[in-house]
C-alpha cells in the first residue's frame, strides 16, 4: 500500500489496486453467498427426502388401514370418509411438496418461503396422523366389537343346536304319543262300535220288528209318523212309550260304557222336500224342533243331556230322491245315532 501511495506521488494518481481489492471482496462475498445457497440447498433436499419417508411410511399405514376397514365394511362409512379425506390431503401435501421442490431447484432466494411451506406441511401431517391414530383406536374398537358379536353368535349357535335336539327328540315323543294316541282311538272306536251293536240290538228287541223301524249303517231309524202329525213338533202318546224304552235302554248304556269313554247319542230330524205351512217357517225349523222334543223328553227320562244332541237337517239329507210319497214317507224321519263327541 505504501509502495502504491509513493508511485501515485510518482506517477500520479493509480487506481488499480483499489479495483483489485473492490473484486476480490466482490468475488469473495459471491463464494459464501454461493457456500450458504449450497448448504441450504443441501439442508432442504435433506428435509425434504425426511418428508418423502414420511410420507411413505404414512401411506404404508394408510394401506394397512385400508386393508383393516375392507374386512369390516360393514357399519364403517365415517370411518372411510375420514380415510377419504385423508388421501385427499396426502394428495395435497405431495402437491405443495413437489410444487415446493421446483421451486428450490428454480432459485435459492426462494429457501426461507420453501422453509415456511414444509413447516404447515410438517404440521398438516403431524395432524394428519392424529387422524390416522384416532381411525385406528376406532378400528380398534370396532374389531372388539365384533369380536363379541361373533362370540355371542356362537352362543346363539350352540343354543340353536341344542333347541333343534330338543326338538327332534319332541318330535319323536309326539310320533311315539300319536301312534299310542291312535291306537287308543281305535281302541275305543272299536269298543264303541261294539256297545252301539249292543245298543241298536236291544232297542231292535224292544221295538220289535216294525215296518217303520229299521237300521240303515249306522244309525236307527224311525219313520216320523211314529212321534209327530204332520207338521207338526208335539210327540204323539204312543211314541211317548216308544220312547220310554229307548230312554231305559239309554239309561242302561250309560252305565255299562266307561266314562272316560267320550259318546253321544245324537237325534236327528228329517222332513221331506215339500214346503210346509203352519207355526214353522221352513222344513229345516221342523226338523230341528221334532229333534228338540225328543231329546227334551229323553232328559225328562232320566238321560243324561250331557250324552244327548239334537239336530236338525230338514230336507238336504234325503234317503230316496224320487218324488213319490212313499219316497216322502221314508224322508220324513228320527235317527238315533251312537257316536263320539
Known sequence: ??????????????????????????????????????????????????????????????????ELLSLEKSGKTDLEEQLAQLRASLASAETERDKLKGAADAAGAAGASAEG????????????????????AQVEVLNQQIAALRRQLAALEQALDASEKKDAESQSRIRELGQRLNLALAERVRELSRYRSDFFGKLREILGNRPDVRIVGDRFVLQSELFFDTGKADLLPEAKSELDKVATALIELEKQIPTDIPWVLRVDGHTDVRPITGQFKSNWDLSAARAISVVQYLVGKGVSPQRLVAAGFGEFQPIDQAKTDDAYRRNRRIEFKLTER
Open 1 to 66: 500500500m505504501a509502495l502504491a501511495r509513493s508511485r501515485r506521488g510518482d506517477n500520479g494518481m493509480n487506481y488499480w489496486p483499489g479495483f483489485v481489492d473492490a473484486l476480490s471482496t466482490l468475488i469473495l462475498s459471491i463464494i459464501f453467498i454461493l457456500t450458504v445457497f449450497v448448504v441450504v440447498q443441501f439442508f432442504l433436499q435433506q428435509e425434504v427426502a425426511g418428508k418423502d419417508t414420511a410420507l411413505n411410511r404414512l401411506n404404508a399405514q394408510i394401506a394397512q388401514l385400508t
Open 117 to 136: 411451506r414444509i413447516a404447515g406441511l410438517q404440521t398438516e401431517l403431524d395432524n394428519q396422523k392424529n387422524i390416522t391414530t384416532r381411525a385406528l
